[in-house]
């Protein structure tokens, strides 16, 4: 289901998928792991016993691109972290976003990992 359909973190005007344009939020988080070069590598099996230690719970899926070559960087895990939340972030604006979605990258410590590029506001669709 993930890999042929879109599943999105916000809703946006006139269904342009840019940041600036993001009007609200689903109860999710969505985090990417691309293990890029001169980055540390954290496997898709040690990320799940890492969320099994924090004792929470997320859907850990691979991406598209997961374990194959990609011009000249090798086959590594790719992988994306789908975590609800409690609460709705539905009246939420960008920024207070941005800042919540941060805040949870500290928290899961994970922030060593993140493809930085899918935080931006081109990526907030993710």
Known sequence: MIKINHYLKATFRDNYRKGSNANSFHNLL???IGNELNMPYLSLNDDIKHFNKLNLRALITPSKSHQIRKG???AVDRFRIITP???S???LEAATFRELQNLSIKFLEIESFIDAKSLND???LR
Do not use: E
Request: net charge neutral; charged share 25%.
């Open 89 to 91: 972030l539905f009246s």
């Open 30 to 32: 969505i985090f990417d």
């Open 72 to 74: 000249d960087k090798g």
């Open 85 to 87: 939340t409690q609460t």
């Open 122 to 124: 081109g990526k907030i």
